[in-house]
């Protein structure tokens, strides 16, 4: 697929976008302005990205523990989103949930889910209700590769396959889980070879290429829009960053690192525009604008208030 | 009525009501349920709506949290409460958390029935009361009603309820007989039901000991004791005005259930009397539970590990006595 | 595979013995004489004895809630069992386990299991264990259609395909999980199909012939013990009677119930005997001889003790 | 020692003493475990021994069952005790009853550890003390040392106990130091320690809440008061002896947990106390928990939920003020 100019900018933009916010983060938690853990999705933002752009803005978002590129693909506001992670009251969620339990419903953004696999029955049921209701939204579903090896992956796509659910399965297979190589955790090492088990159509995509993965989600979401049941689709794309703040990578080597920065999707995103004659100093700016964003509601989030006792021990309970 | 009627008409009142209530659990189709709860249902409202899942408990429970996230109304069955467990970690880390954890944002109105208990024979893995693996879960509200009145005015206000409710049911109450109020009826979720006042002591209970200490206290008569027979009804939240009530009232405290002992609803509610009520108590509070071993199938053995009337009016007896 | 006569001659009688043994086990519920519930497997008895009868001595066992044929087939003490399921102190379990719960260790027989799926993780364990040791052995297990919906069939696959687990799975597709027709939970309707997303070898067999199914769990345990990892065996059959006790089988039509009747194993069988020239009376006789043992194992066991209390409440702990 | 260190030699020591000890969970490989406490026994002991599992809770501690039912000690580590919820079923309904309900025949030598409680701003998902969710399955041993030195002698132990037992460790004592005897060093499973004796009151506690209690003593000392402090460590079975020896000796009782009050261990111990020592109660036992909502990732609200030493402090006024 080859995006208008004005939409592989709005991508690249955003690409930049989620990079900056999460090089910020990096920057908040050495400070020791950040508590917690995080798990960046630095080599991945196309894949978020891509699918993304292909979905209509009503169709339902549901993440996993790596989930920044989702949500500011999905156009949540900045600040909000850096209030939540810094655990201030006008954050998402107030602070209660930080990084993996992070939702705002007006945007159709179901949550991240802090349980490897937790989202996928989730999904699958939120795509029931769309069903049900004769609704023409798709629910997406973002998973790593990891993630395909819990049960409820098997039960979950059984499941949407039976009652034809409009559900897409992504599976971002960054080739670990953690620390653990997807050949080692994934009997056979690819996700979507995995779907002719509950006869569902799947496809496979070149994470890394946010038009490619535009391309394959656009097919992908017209035959679930369709009617036809759920999808699987697989990209190919690889996580640069450790897997969350503290992890020193020493399950892979530097070189397969050097290598795979080659492909890192803002790179290549950055070398098709230069080549359809986008100026250099346009995608600099571009970079520059998202840095000065995230930098802008890193301040105002910091100076953002906490909740207080009393809100914090209420609302358990609708 | 029997209690699992009354099951039956609280979902088909409610099925019938608002079109967003579905259930979804297995064998729940023609086949009516392993306990013949939803007989006629699937006839009636049809596959959408009585919603037969593969066995993938914890994948469909999960489900119930999507869809309720989006505004349905799931009824999920979980055949036997032993296999709750499998399905734990939805409720535990999902449907509990969701309100709070997205700051209000979502709710999670969906209502997971399953029987506890055992029926006699059905042996380790069939016949668990596991009551207490669900209290320390904030945000399930849990509920263990006893007769067809109470399953049908519980079942009904917990589908209407917009958070999680676990309705324990029990396979040995499904056959219990007794009068239901037709059409509209509404109990509470959180109040306990005096259901035979006394002076002696309090004996609080839930589920398929309830009616067993209706017996006890038909027995006891007639040596002049008077016990009152509290039903929990809500174990979460406690219904602790109530319990503190007739605690106060009485002064002494039995305590039955059919979760093992320990770390049973019992312990949370002997904790509470003792932080609220001490200074009323005239004797120690007593506990009866399982037994602390898995229940066995033969029938005989699990008398013994079961509170069976003798023991309990055995406890009645120390408890007067002491 | 053509058995030798006098094997395929064992086999009919250890399939007599199996029916005449659930016979009885209704004719006592009906007595009242029989608690709890029991699920029978009239109709898969080639299953279970082709698989057992391809296995070796020592290959661990590990069976679910349809476990009679199982167990019998690999020879367990009728009487024991028969206790067992009577709630007697002289039961393999004491009367505790009771039909789903029966282990007989020293017959390599591990355990039936009441959770649906439940012994799937289980069996790969013991596979595990055996290739911890070095040993020859192979664990085999024995699940249904609706099990391999559970998530604990997707992870254990998964994992004994990873590892080159020593560990047979049987499926005994019997075309019903309790009501729920094996099209509408099982995508595909067909469990070996699920082999290949863990790059699994598998194989389907007819398991109303007991010969079939021998000759292809023989393949499958050879390859199995050659070290080449799991396998996956899908046995096609049929249960004639209830899922459980009180089962009024409504979801399916009494046509095909009289058809799958003219595939009946034992018939089948049978008539292979016939054909070889074995005499009828030889064949009734062994009928006869397997009712009677059974008669008389009920017989012993409804006079034999139960545990005390005391006894009930010992032994959790080891 | 860290006691994250003491954890790894303890593994270390039962795997280099008995080959059929092995390991397996998810990155405790050359990545060492999320929380570093596995490292280097890959490299020494290799993939056979230190077995790094796909993400599949619930199967790969069902086959540790089963590795375990074939005689095998596996030590099964869950990376968060959050996750403990998928994999409860082969915990509640195989491991806790193999024994009992094979009559003996089998037994199931296995440890799970797994960390609970909040290290700090890990969020809902992350952070819980599910102690209180394994209290009511007959057949499991459930410890939750809180030193260095505790944590070696208790792991060593449960590896060689032929029961399943549940290691409860936590995220927040990983990094805390303190001495650790070398070599052979075994606790029993089954003992409550009294870490500080006093007069004035028993502090009864476990986990990371120790520490915690052993400030307050010192931060209280001033005022002259004297609270003795008791570290359960066994929460299964509880250690009813030394528990009630103190309660009998002070006449008052503080129970502290990480776990969500209501159902949590306090009210096993609290109820106990009711039923045993209530003559010698000279005030309502008190307990301190979570509160009973999730734990909220923002580190400035999770001081709100979890018990904090000012908590404590004022708590153990108010006892001594009754
Ligand atoms: C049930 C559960 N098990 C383990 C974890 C710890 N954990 C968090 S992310 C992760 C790896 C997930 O791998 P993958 O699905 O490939 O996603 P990726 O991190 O590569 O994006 C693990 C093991 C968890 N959060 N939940
Ligand atoms: C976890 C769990 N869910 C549900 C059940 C109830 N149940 C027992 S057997 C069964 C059907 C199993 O179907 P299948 O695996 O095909 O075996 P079959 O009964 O046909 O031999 C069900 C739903 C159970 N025992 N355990
Ligand atoms: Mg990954
Ligand atoms: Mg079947």
């Known amino acids: 697929m080859e995006f208008p100019e004005q939409t592989l900018l709005d991508c690249y933009a ?9 090089e ?13 853990t995080s798990h960046f999705c630095i080599g991945q933002e196309a894949c978020a990205v891509g699918v993304i752009t292909a979905a209509r803005e009503d169709d ?33 969620c107030g602070g209660r949930g930080g990084s993996q339990h992070l939702s705002a419903p007006e945007k159709f953004f179901l949550g991240t889910n802090g349980i490897t696999g937790g989202g996928l029955p989730i999904a699958t049921g939120a795509a029931l209700a769309l069903q049900y209701r004769g609704s023409t939204q798709v629910a997406i579903v973002f998973f790593g590769d990891g993630a395909s090896n819990q049960g409820t992956f098997h039960e979950s796509l059984n499941m949407a396959s039976l009652w034809k659910l409009p559900v897409l399965y992504v599976c971002e297979n960054n080739r670990y889980g953690m620390s653990n190589p997807v050949e080692k955790a994934c009997a056979g090492g690819r996700v979507s070879a995995r779907a002719q088990a509950y006869c569902l159509p799947a496809d496979t995509a070149d994470g890394s290429d946010v038009e490619a993965v535009a391309q394959a989600a656009s ?28 992890d020193p990578r020493i399950y892979r080597s530097k070189t397969e690192e050097q290598q795979m920065w080659e492909r890192d999707c803002l790179r290549i995103t950055r070398d098709k525009l230069l080549r359809r004659g986008i100026p250099d100093s346009r995608l600099e700016q571009l970079k520059t604008q998202a ?28 | 009525m029997f209690y699992s009627q009354a099951v039956n008409i609280a979902l088909e009142e409610e099925l019938t009501r608002d079109p967003d209530v579905f259930i979804l659990g297995e064998d729940i189709g023609i086949y009516g349920g392993a306990f013949g709860v939803t007989k006629g249902l699937y006839e009636k409202f049809g596959p959408q709506r009585i919603r037969e899942t593969p066995i993938s408990e914890n994948s469909f429970t999960g489900m119930a949290v999507g869809a309720a996230m989006l505004g349905l109304r799931p009824v999920v069955e979980i055949m036997f409460m032993d296999f709750l467990a499998l ?128 017996a006890v206290k038909e027995a006891v008569r007639e040596l002049g004791w008077d016990p009152e027979i509290v039903d929990l009804v809500s174990l979460q939240p406690l219904d602790r005005e109530s319990i503190f009530k007739s605690v106060r009232k009485t002064g002494r ?8 002992l320990t770390g049973g609803i019992g312990a949370e509610v002997s904790a509470l009397i003792a932080e609220h009520c001490l200074d009323a108590l005239e004797a120690p509070v007593m506990r009866l539970g399982a037994a602390d071993v898995p229940i066995p199938s033969s029938l005989a053995l699990e008398k013994y590990v079961l509170p069976q009337i003798e023991d309990i009016v055995k406890a009645v007896q120390q408890l007067r006595e002491y």
């Open chain 1, 60 to 92: 339902w978002l549901i993440s996993n523990h790596r989930g920044h590129g989702h949500l500011l693909a999905r156009g949540l506001e900045l600040q909000k989103v850096m209030s939540e992670l810094l655990g201030r009251s006008d954050g998402y």
């Open chain 1, 24 to 36: 910020k983060l990096a920057e908040l938690f050495s400070q020791g302005l950040l508590g917690g």
């Open chain 1, 219 to 246: 097919k992908a979401l017209e035959q679930v829009r369709s009617g036809a049941g759920p999808f699987l689709l697989e990209l190919l794309t690889y996580r640069h960053c450790g897997h969350s703040k503290n």
């Open chain 1, 14 to 22: 955003r690409m930049c976008l989620i990079r900056a916010f999460e």
């Open chain 2, 87 to 214: 399905a734990l970690d939805q409720l535990l880390n999902s449907a509990g958390k969701i309100h709070y954890m997205y700051n209000g944002q979502l709710k999670v109105p969906m209502v997971l029935r399953t029987p506890g208990g055992a029926k006699g024979g059905y042996g380790p893995s069939h016949s668990q009361m596991l009551s207490s693996m669900l209290l320390g879960i904030p945000g399930l509200k849990i509920v263990a009603p006893s007769t067809p009145r109470q399953v049908k005015g519980i079942l009904k206000s917990a589908i209407r309820d917009d958070n999680p409710v676990v309705v324990i049911e029990n396979k040995r109450l499904y056959p219990q007989q007794g009068e239901v109020p037709e059409g509209e009826y509404l109990l509470p979720l959180d109040k306990a039901e005096v259901l035979s006042p006394g002076t002696d002591m309090s004996i609080l209970t839930y589920s398929a000991m309830t009616p067993l200490c209706l």
């Open chain 1, 291 to 318: 840095a000065e964003q995230v930098q802008a509601a890193a301040q105002q989030s910091l100076q953002a208030p906490f909740s207080s006792r009393e809100e914090t021990l209420a609302g358990v309970f609708a």
């Open chain 2, 253 to 260: 405290v039995l305590i039955v259930e059919e979760a093992c």
